[in-house]
């Protein structure tokens, strides 16, 4: 009797065969939606306002998100993200809704398995659902006070809590891997990293990562200091399925990084740029065709894996790109170093 194949063997089967399509934003897509805060709140009777608390539409506007994520799989995403960018402890605290955390994680994980298996059933292509990790407001390597650099308003052990909360809800929701990203602090990205460890010798199974970088300058690097090099090495020890840059800036800003990341990751690359750089206004203009024409250059290149889209794109960016990359062959892999890959909690240790 043949085992079945795991998340990683399928996500790495279905990248040998060709590009494949990562989905885009989820808050300019509800912020189209013009929802109240009665929509937002719905009857869970909480305390706060709840306007602008995305993540608990999976709550109180499953169909919102339902509707959403379906958009994204008819423009031609194979792999799906949950709507849980901000479903962590740190971040519901300015909602008042902090025990709404496992609940919002489960619902937004069943909101897109349900969709992946309609979907895959319906043309037998493989879907897949990465749960959503951002990077929440509190930094690990930095301070927030400019007159007591020492102070930090959150520890490693805290925020390594906090994560694993909201991964554990999300493995109970469905998804098949974590992602952990907009890393703006390589730290807090190990303190994920930590949880996610944690969780698998709780279930006793591989729960593959995915890990995407954001850059704060056009020199490329991260709030924390690291370049994308750098970077690479901190986390490879983890041996996330993927690894890339999203959010950031537009693609032309993030092409020179991808290729330099491309170059060194033998692992697969995902990336997700912004839709160009946001106006005067906030808002982000860049056309569908535009943004697809600059990514295949990627792909032409043999730079890419994965595609998709951050902040400012929509479903028509997505399908815009599916189509400009149809048919090219995807990135290969590069081998993996002489010196030996680490894994696990003993090799995270080490590193930090």
């Known amino acids: 009797m043949s085992v079945a194949a795991t998340p990683r063997e399928r996500l790495q089967a279905a990248a040998k065969e060709r590009v494949l399509i990562f989905d885009g934003a989820f808050g300019t897509q509800i912020q189209e939606r013009k929802l109240t805060e009665e929509d937002y709140a719905g009857d869970l009777g909480l305390n706060a306002d709840q306007k602008g608390n995305n993540d608990i539409l999976a709550l109180t506007q499953p169909d919102v998100i339902s509707d959403i994520t379906r958009a994204y799989l008819d423009a031609g ?68 006070d400019v007159e007591d650099p020492g102070f930090r308003e ?21 998804v098949d891997f974590i992602l952990i990203e907009t890393v703006f602090d390589t730290l807090n990205a190990k303190a994920g990293v930590m949880a996610v460890k944690q969780l698998e010798t709780e279930l006793g199974r591989e729960v593959p990562v995915m890990i995407s970088m954001t850059l704060t300058d056009l020199s490329g690097r991260n709030l924390s200091g690291h370049t994308v090099e750098a970077f690479w090495y901190a986390v490879r020890h983890a041996n996330p399925v993927t690894i890339g840059l999203n959010c950031s800036f537009g693609a032309d800003q993030l092409r ?55 902040c400012g794109s929509s479903p028509a960016h997505i399908e815009a790109m599916a189509k400009a990359v149809a048919g090219i062959d995807p990135r290969g892999v590069p081998s993996p170093e002489p010196a030996m890959r680490l894994s696990g909690l003993e090799a995270f240790t080490v590193s930090t």
Not at 115 to 137: C, Q, V
Not at 260 to 284: K, Q
């Open 256 to 310: 020179p990084h991808v290729q330099v990341l491309s170059g060194i990751a033998d692992t697969l690359l995902m990336a997700y740029p912004n839709a160009g750089l946001p106006n005067e206004l906030g808002e982000y203009d860049e056309m569908p065709d535009t943004t697809a024409g600059l990514v295949k250059e990627w792909v032409d290149k043999g730079q890419v894996n994965i595609l998709g889209g951050c």
């Open 77 to 144: 995403s194979d792999v799906i993200s949950t709507n849980t960018f901000s479903a962590n402890r740190i971040s519901q605290a300015d909602y008042a809704a902090e025990d709404q955390v496992a609940a919002i994680n489960i619902a937004s994980g069943k909101i897109a398995r349900e969709l992946a298996t309609e979907y895959e059933a319906k043309d037998g292509r493989p879907r897949f659902i990465a749960g959503a990790i951002g990077p929440t407001n509190k930094t690990l390597s930095l301070s927030p």
């Open 154 to 174: 959150i520890d490693f052990d805290e925020l390594t809590a906090v994560y694993k909360e909201q991964a554990a809800a999300l493995v109970e929701g469905g």
